[in-house]
């Protein structure tokens, strides 16, 4: 029996290894934005931390203001590594619809390619299934030639409706 050949199947397996690549820069893209947020809620728990400890135990009795200095040059350098955060994820999230925009490109090229695959098939299995077809009818009409080769030099010599007659 005949075997399909996609005459485009390195182009097609070249279209999958691009998207699989697009798919693996998107997830290197939302591993580091992971990384980034959980990084600006561990800086944003330090401060409610420090403020709520500066609350309950250093507001108390008699102030230390060197303390308190030094509390608010603390908070200024937690915010300041928080907008340092921000600004790196306001480029991952560039980066992350970049990917997004690739990924998405490279799955509609493989989708065209697969599509085209699929048309070629159905078209070569329908040209299959016709020439299976007047193959069948050309062995049918052989063997009902033959049949009437046979008959004929074996001597009933008559026609069929003198066959049944008899």
Do not use: C
Not at 22 to 43: C, F, G, H, P, W
Not at 138 to 149: C, D, I, Y
């Amino acid at each position: 029996m005949a075997h399909f050949t996609f005459q485009l199947e390195p182009v097609l397996r070249h279209r999958k290894r691009l998207e699989h690549d697009r798919m693996r820069d998107l997830a290197e893209v939302l591993a580091t934005k992971n990384v980034l947020e959980s990084r600006l809620k561990a800086l944003d728990e330090q401060i409610k931390l420090a403020v709520e400890d500066l609350r309950t135990n250093r507001l108390i009795g008699p102030l230390d203001l060197t303390f308190l200095a030094g509390h608010r040059r603390y908070e200024l350098a937690i915010q300041r590594q928080a907008m340092d955060l921000i600004r790196q994820l306001a480029q991952v999230a560039q980066r992350e619809q970049q990917a997004r925009t690739a990924l998405a490109e490279a799955a509609k090229h493989l989708k065209i390619m697969e599509k085209l695959r699929q048309r070629q098939m159905e078209r070569w299995s329908s040209e299959q299934d016709a020439r299976e077809r007047a193959d069948s009818d050309e062995v049918g009409t052989q063997l009902a030639v033959r049949e009437l080769l046979w008959r004929e030099d074996s001597g009933d010599g008559g026609s069929t409706a003198d066959n049944m007659n008899r």
